[in-house]
């Protein structure tokens, strides 16, 4: 019996839960306003601004102008310029993103909202939830990095860690040149540097290869590497040109086909040049 009154228990929390989360919708426009009705109705004398940036939703705990700001600023930009270089498809399904003004609201939000314990005090996207959460901050440039990740999702779902982390960390920096968003040297040049003068930093078939916690549990700077790989082919003009080759390429999960077909030449000739190039760049560390 006391089993059996513990599965009903656990059906019902579960069923509770599965309630309690919004349904996986289109993006369109009733389905967006719906959304923000149904955020401010559960959020209501919390402190919250809620409004649609298409598309997604937006949350943010900074006073309704400042939320506006980021959403119509930034955001918009970003999402304009991302979807004209690289992305062709939208987020099939409404992401909501969550703008903290400091670590320990977005910490505090993590767990109350997604009953999430982040593991960077920047912010994360969860697929699973269908939201970006974020400490908005310290600046915007983790609101860019987040962005992409959504959609590479969305066009590129079999996405090797290495190339999502490498371009959206590619644009924690951002900026505008000749209408098209580029990404500018970041406070994680220093430690790149460090390992290559260490000669602590592996093959770049290494990174390449890398599995997802291969990546992410790496004993070297992986978002470095690939971070500032990203950032090489951007200066040389060719990371569009790799995004739509390794986007096309269903041989070779890695990228290292398309990347050696899109620089013209083999990795074993690059990577030199590469270490040379990434020791001489210069940042203010922003």
């Known amino acids: 019996m006391k089993l059996l009154v513990a599965l009903v228990c656990l059906l ?17 426009k009733d389905n967006l306003e719906a959304r923000r009705a149904a955020l401010v109705k559960k959020l209501d004398g919390q402190g919250f601004t809620v409004l649609v940036e298409a598309p997604f939703v937006v949350v943010g705990d900074e006073g309704p102008r400042m939320t506006a700001h980021r959403a119509t600023g930034i955001m918009r930009w970003a999402i304009k310029l991302l979807e004209q ?17 400091n670590e320990k609201t977005y910490r505090k939000g993590a767990k109350k909202y997604f009953d999430d314990t982040p593991t960077t005090p920047y912010g994360y996207y969860s697929s699973a939830h269908d939201a970006m959460v974020m400490n908005i901050g310290p600046g915007a440039g983790t609101l860019t990095h987040e962005l992409v990740h959504p959609y590479m999702e969305a066009n590129f779902p079999n996405v090797p860690s290495w190339f999502n982390e490498g ?12 209408n098209h968003i580029i990404g500018l040297p970041n406070w994680r040049l220093p430690n790149l540097k460090r390992e290559l003068k260490a000669k602590t930093l592996p093959p770049m078939t290494t990174l390449l290869a890398s599995t997802r ?11 470095a590497y690939a971070r500032y790989l990203m950032q090489y082919l951007q200066e040389k003009g060719k990371l569009r040109a790799f995004y739509k080759a390794f986007l096309a390429d269903k041989q070779d999960p890695t990228g290292q086909a398309a990347l050696e077909a899109v620089l013209g030449e083999k990795l074993a ?7 040379a190039w990434a020791l001489a760049l210069q940042s203010d560390n922003r």
């Open 213 to 223: 916690d291969g990546f992410y549990e790496a004993d070297y700077d992986a978002y």
């Open 12 to 28: 019902a929390t579960t069923t509770a839960a599965l309630a309690d989360e919004p349904a996986k919708l289109p993006p369109t």
């Open 269 to 275: 000739t690059f990577e030199p040049t590469w270490r």
């Open 85 to 101: 270089d690289y992305f062709a498809k939208q987020p099939d399904k409404i992401i909501e993103v969550w703008l903290f003004a």
């Open 167 to 178: 371009l959206a960390s590619l644009y924690e920096r951002p900026s505008e040149k000749a």
